[in-house]
């Protein structure tokens, strides 16, 4: 799950060996369903793109299996697997599975990223759902996600786009634009979290210029919005108070912020998130979608 405010997607690496996967998991569950639509549209599209290779479809940083399972109904005839390097998470994966009739088909697979895909069959897609930025080496990784693919298949790279806004610039009390000043401070942290990665090497971030170099052709690049307005609905709004929540306990904040940060996350509060009927969901996620040549 990405935390840097360049998305909602999966977490993975070395840099949150400290959570509680236990607690994340349905944390992280509830975030991709809230995203779903996002992550039905970037697989439509992608194949409509891909040509039609036989092979299994790899979601590399699986997460929970939200993303996994749907990709399993986006590829009726194809067999998915979720790779992730907790079990806890590939437990949900599991579950996902056998509740929604995908047990023949959706397979789990612990394996750190990005070398534990070697033991998969060579894939006709893999899907890098904002995992590639918790790989210390990204341009390795690439490669090592190309290795994956049989000739003709397909990479989905999610990786980059704009940070999410939920809250007007002016909320009524505190400073307004807080939104942007957290992302300010998600950036230092973001690339703190970079540095300390194992292997860390630091890239320009061409992903085309990267998806090339690691022996694919890039084929298109896209970016697609999550638009979920106010009034959201319950479970929107608990992803975003838990969203709001994770992002704070990282950053730093000047005192007028941090109160009212302190505010919107306060139960109690009518002009928190918690009871605020203007809340809601506006981000973008780039995807760059490249091919292993035959």
């Known amino acids: 799950m990405s935390e840097h405010g360049h998305g909602h997607g999966h977490q993975h690496g070395h840099d949150h060996g400290d959570l509680d996967w236990s607690v994340m998991g349905p944390v992280m569950e509830r975030e ?19 040509e039609r290779v036989p092979g299994p479809v790899v979601d590399a940083g699986s997460g929970p299996g939200v993303v996994a399972a749907l990709l399993a109904e986006i590829f009726p ?43 998969l069959p060579a894939a006709s897609l893999v899907w890098a759902g904002r995992s590639l930025h918790h790989v210390g080496d ?14 003709g298949g397909h990479l989905v790279l999610l990786e980059g786009g704009l940070p999410p806004r939920t809250l007007p610039r002016e909320l009524g009390f505190g400073r307004p634009g807080i939104e942007s000043r957290l992302d300010a401070a998600q950036e230092e942290w973001f690339a703190g979290m970079r540095e300390s990665l194992p ?23 896209r ?17 975003l108070i838990a969203q709001w929540q994770r992002r704070l306990d990282h950053v730093e904040l000047d005192p007028v912020d941090r109160a009212t940060a302190h505010r919107l996350l306060d139960p109690e509060d009518s002009a928190g998130l918690y009871h605020r009927p203007d809340l809601f969901l506006l981000s973008a996620q780039t995807v760059h979608l490249a091919v292993r040549e035959e």
């Open 223 to 239: 970016s697609f919005l999550l638009d979920l307005p106010a009034p959201v609905p319950y479970e929107t709004r608990a992803h």
């Open 138 to 151: 990204q341009r390795a990784g690439l490669a090592a996600f190309g290795r994956a693919l049989l000739p």
């Open 32 to 50: 991709a369903e809230v995203s779903l639509p996002l992550y039905r549209e970037i697989a439509g599209w992608a194949a409509e793109r891909s």
């Open 77 to 119: 005839d194809r067999e998915v697997y979720a790779v992730d390097a907790e079990a806890a998470l590939l437990e949900r994966a599991a579950d996902r599975a056998h509740r929604t009739g995908l047990q023949g088909r959706l397979h789990t697979h612990r394996a750190e990223l990005p070398g534990g895909l070697d033991a």
């Open 199 to 221: 292997g860390t090497v630091k890239e320009t971030e061409d992903w085309t210029a990267l998806l090339e170099a690691a022996g694919l052709r890039h084929v298109a690049t």
